[in-house]
């Protein structure tokens, strides 16, 4: 499926958006396939999951008519409804921030082409730092909760930063330092516990495909813009990059 993407990008001779033209429609797909959704509901999902992000106001209505998720195996639309709010454009922008941190580290880019082995740990670095979901996650105390000198009251609106987690001092040295081969590397870009995202594996798995076939395939592959001028999507709670274009 990415050799196709990449196929239809061979002969491109200026820059190429690589979130527009590979990272959104690689990871659409794949999480489309997954669950089910056949090629004529994918426009209309698509739509509403952008709707849903960017809270343009209400979702458009799906239609059972239309919107059929695996019927031959007795997946429903809730099915699809779990994937339409969490799923492809974090992978997305998991994938378009990948290639953007070996292509603003080219020192660890060389290590990696030296050394492909290191794809696994490149990969957990890349979900340690490319934490999509804005800035912070809204929780309500359940109880009264006493943290240190402040008391949670029940009902208090509690925000945490999961960007901040992943780059603590006390846990990970040198925490902004992008470092492929970085070990140990407990970072909870996926969650924790009973909060863990069920789709770990296949993230990990695209991000894996992604990375080492891109620049496999793309040796030359470079930023066509500077890279102060590469611009985070701050719209929609799953985060990104606005673009990313690349010349190879």
Not at 147 to 176: C, K, T, W, Y
Not at 190 to 205: D, P, T
Request: proline share 7%.
């Amino acid at each position: 499926m990415l050799d196709s993407i990449l196929d239809g990008l061979s002969d491109r001779t200026g820059p190429t958006d690589l979130c527009a033209e590979l990272a959104a429609p690689f990871a659409a797909r794949m999480v489309f396939d997954v669950v089910g959704v056949r090629e004529e509901d994918r426009p209309l999902c698509l739509h509403r999951s952008h709707l849903l992000r960017v809270s343009e106001g209400p979702p458009p209505v799906l239609d059972p008519a239309r919107i059929r998720v695996m019927a031959d195996t007795g997946q429903d639309e809730a099915t699809l409804a779990f994937f339409d709010v969490t799923e492809h454009e974090t992978l997305a922008a998991r994938i378009a921030y990948g290639l953007l941190f070996l292509l603003a580290y080219p020192d660890q880019l060389c290590r990696l082409q030296r050394t492909p082995a290191l794809i696994s740990s490149a990969v957990e670095e890349i979900l340690r730092l490319a934490v999509p979901g804005g800035s912070w996650i809204p929780r309500y105390a359940r109880e009264d909760i006493e943290f240190g000198p402040i008391l949670i009251e029940r009902g208090d609106l509690v925000v945490f930063s999961l960007q901040s987690a992943n780059r603590d001092e006390g846990v990970f040295p040198d925490a902004n330092r992008f470092l492929i081969d970085r070990s140990p590397n407990q970072h909870i870009g996926f969650g924790y516990g009973k909060y863990h995202c069920l789709a770990a594996h296949l993230s990990r798995l695209l991000l894996r495909t992604a990375i080492s076939t891109v620049f496999s395939r793309m040796p030359g592959l470079r930023l066509a813009v500077p890279l102060d001028r590469i611009e985070v999507d701050r719209t929609q709670v799953t985060g990104g990059l606005n673009a990313l274009p690349v010349v190879w």
